[in-house]
């Protein structure tokens, strides 16, 4: 007698979709308590992630895989069993324990999720994403516009600041510029999923509010790729005609771009003299410029800096001109990097927990996506990382020649963006905090691709 299924095929691919939130939701959960707390439920929201991509697999892996799905899942496990591996060695080596829940959800549950829930096309996965994703920046904004606004209670001022004139509520300024570059993505697509007119203006403003707090944190790298994600986003989505229209689509292409840079920097031009005539307004505030910090070798915890911004000892940005060569001292630390493992066996094969002991006391990370998981799992964590990257690259181009569906283009165009933005910051396989939706939405890349909608 054939027995019936404990679970229908459709309740199965409903656990399985709630599983995946609950794994963005832990990650999301980091983000909302800001660096300080999130450190220290760090291993609770590791353990729920883990049993979460444990229950997932169980339940997913019961339907037939499609090439892809199989893919996904061998890379995935591939991922999974090195962890195991690394952070055994890391404790041999008496390096403190890791959680590790992060990494497994997002390559045992959030890329390889469409293939083997089959939501290539109704894309769930990522509209409950949207929705998490959505309360998060909400969230943060709200902080942000305490800041801006002078009204943060006396309790959260130790965390929402500003770091001379950049906006950091509860994160820095480059993490806070990269989840509202995620949030205007996903308003970009909702503009085009919904025939809401209602609806449709509500995501338009969110994205223009968002958009104008990335300027306050003059995080050059976002903005830059916001730039680029509005011209590709216009010329792909409403191309597509003659070539004589489309050189004219990729000329506006470009000067929206161009609106888009030069806004930023009348803003933060115009936030930053509002900060410098509010603090020269207070009594004992020294503002002295950089060469008279250079002249008379002063101490102290706030200047402007040579393009007349605020500047203090935490962002350490400096002028464009000065920053462009070391971008803001990141080769530095990538050649500390190269050099700990040209000189270490164990850091080659395995990796380390422990950077600032290990690499570079100056620093807490490596600066770069691709490095930063060398870093923790060893050369075969980059190896794994590159794989991915390439897939990546190969399915975007895919998507952008053969995708007519606007959403999915607009979401194409984000994670391209996004790996510029992984070359200078750790944020986007191995992040404690960001990352999640650039794994999910890679996971979609490939079956995008496969044929015009």
């Known amino acids: 007698m054939r027995r019936t299924p404990v679970l229908s095929e459709a309740k199965r691919l409903r656990a399985c979709f709630l599983l995946c939130m609950l794994c963005t939701l832990c990650t999301h959960i980091h983000l909302m308590v800001g660096m ?3 450190e220290k439920i760090w291993l609770y ?6 049993v979460a991509s444990l229950a997932f697999l169980v339940l997913a892996v019961r339907r037939p895989l499609s090439p892809t799905g199989r893919w996904h899942l061998a890379l995935g496990l ?14 041999l080596y008496g390096e403190p324990p890791e959680p590790i829940g992060l990494l497994l959800s997002r390559f045992l549950v959030l890329l390889p999720f469409a293939e083997l829930c089959g939501d290539t096309d109704k894309c769930s996965a990522i509209k409950g994403a949207a929705v998490l994703t959505w309360i998060v920046c909400l969230w943060l904004g709200l902080m942000a516009l305490l800041l801006v606004l002078n009204l943060v209670p006396q309790g959260l001022s130790e965390y929402v600041y500003w770091s001379g004139a950049r906006i950091n509520p509860l994160w820095n300024a480059i993490i806070f ?3 509202m570059f995620m949030g205007i993505a996903l308003c970009v697509a909702g503009c085009f999923l919904t025939r809401k007119r209602w609806l449709r203006i509500a995501l338009i403003v969110g994205a223009a509010a968002q958009l104008a707090l ?3 944190t003059h995080s ?14 216009f010329l792909f989505t409403a191309g597509g005609g003659k070539l004589r229209r489309n050189l004219l689509l990729a000329v506006l292409g470009l000067c929206l771009a161009g609106g888009i840079y030069f806004g930023s920097e009348a803003i933060y031009k115009a936030n930053n003299q509002r900060l410098i005539e509010q603090l020269r307004s207070q009594e004992n505030v020294d503002l002295p410029t950089k060469q008279e910090l250079d002249e008379n070798y002063r101490d102290v915890d706030i200047w402007i800096n040579e393009d007349g911004y605020l500047t203090d000892g935490v962002s350490n940005q400096g002028t464009l001109a000065e920053d462009m060569g070391t971008l803001n001292g990141r080769k530095d630390t990538w050649s500390a990097i190269v050099e700990a493992f040209r000189n270490s066996k164990d850091l080659r094969l395995f990796g380390t927990s422990r950077f600032r002991d290990r690499i570079l006391p100056e620093m807490a990370h490596a600066h770069n996506s691709w490095l930063q998981m060398m870093v923790q799992l060893g050369i075969p964590g980059l190896v794994f990382s590159l794989v991915l990257t390439a897939e990546i690259l190969i399915a975007c181009a895919r998507v952008l020649l053969r995708c007519r569906d606007k959403a999915k283009i607009t979401m194409t165009m984000w994670v391209l963006c996004m790996l510029p933005i992984g ?3 750790p944020f986007l ?23 015009r909608d």
Do not use: P
């Open 423 to 425: 070359f200078m910051e």
């Open 36 to 38: 300080d707390t999130y």
């Open 429 to 451: 396989f191995n992040a404690g905090h960001v990352g999640d939706l650039f794994i999910l939405v890679s996971g979609y890349l490939w079956a995008w691709g496969r044929k």
């Open 177 to 179: 510029a990269v989840v």
């Open 78 to 91: 591939a991922v999974a069993v090195w962890v195991m591996v690394t952070k055994y060695m890391h404790a």
């Open 214 to 216: 990335v300027f306050l």
């Open 45 to 50: 929201t590791s353990n729920v992630q883990i």
């Open 220 to 233: 050059r790298t976002n903005i830059l790729m916001i730039c680029a994600f509005a011209a590709g986003t």
